[in-house]
């Protein structure tokens, strides 16, 4: 006869194992809401000391927007192999990504992980904010393009801005005739791709004349898959995003 033997189930289960957590290998569970939050206030502090300190001391703002230009430099060469914008795909696998989670935990009645996760956005926000300053910010603390060209800033009366608005629009107007223009009258440049590639080229040239502009490669110029159309209603021309 055979006798089959069955092992015997433990009395006491971890709660933790039950809920079935990936991750588990008998040591801790997951990082408390609190200390979510307190990170998040880090990353706040941390962006108001670079702002405070690249204000108040010329170097401490050298080094920052030295940094921050080195790793603009170094994630605009990994985006830019990619012909389409990472930034904007990245935002929305976020805010599909946490929705989803969201009801996910709703639906499971699991009100401490929304908690949870409610705080991670909360550091995540934070975290962003921090990024920001500190690879767009810093480079508000920078000297005055006038003052790196070696250009004199001074008032203008009433008068002169009138005279040079008036010499703007007539320069405006006989440029506007060079424009490629399609048979209804609105401009047409081409393919995206071509109209791109001459942007890029403009800007190599501008660092050519002009030593104050930075004379890396420049960055390669996308068409907004999301906020193109919403951004042509408010007259923004693009962003710029390493």
């Not at 069955?6 to 990936?22: C, H, N, S, T, V």
């Not at 990619?82 to 795909?89: A, I, N, R, T, Y």
């Not at 005279?163 to 629009?169: K, N, Y």
Request: aromatic letters at 14%; one cysteine or more; glycine letters at 12%.
């Amino acid at each position: 006869r055979f006798k089959l033997k069955f092992p015997k189930l433990p009395r006491k289960i971890d709660p933790r194992k039950a809920k079935g957590y990936r991750g588990y290998r008998g040591g801790r569970g997951p990082m408390a809401a609190w200390k979510w939050l307190v990170a998040g206030a880090g990353f706040l502090v941390l962006m108001g000391l670079e702002w405070k300190l690249s204000r108040a001391f010329s170097a401490v703002s050298g080094v920052c927007r030295g940094v921050a230009t080195f790793f603009a430099r170094v994630v605009g060469f990994f985006s830019g192999i990619l012909p389409f914008p990472v930034s904007e795909w990245l935002l929305v696998g976020l805010v599909l990504g946490w929705l989803g989670y969201f009801i996910a935990k709703a639906l499971g009645r699991d009100w401490s992980a929304v908690g949870r996760g409610l705080c991670k956005l909360v550091c995540m926000g934070c975290a962003a904010a921090f990024l920001f300053v500190f690879l767009y910010g810093a480079h508000h603390t920078a000297p005055s393009l006038a003052s790196q060209m070696g250009l004199t800033v001074e008032k203008y009366s009433v008068e002169q801005l009138a005279d040079l608005m008036a010499r703007t629009v007539e320069q405006s107007n006989a440029l506007a005739a060079q424009v490629p223009r399609d048979q209804t009258g609105v401009c047409d440049f081409g393919s995206f791709r071509a109209m791109a590639r001459e942007i890029s080229h403009a800007y190599t040239a501008l660092s050519d004349e002009y030593a104050v502009f930075d004379r890396s490669p420049a960055g390669r110029v996308k068409r907004s898959l999301i906020g193109g159309r919403v951004m042509s209603y408010v007259d923004l021309a693009g962003y710029y995003c390493p």
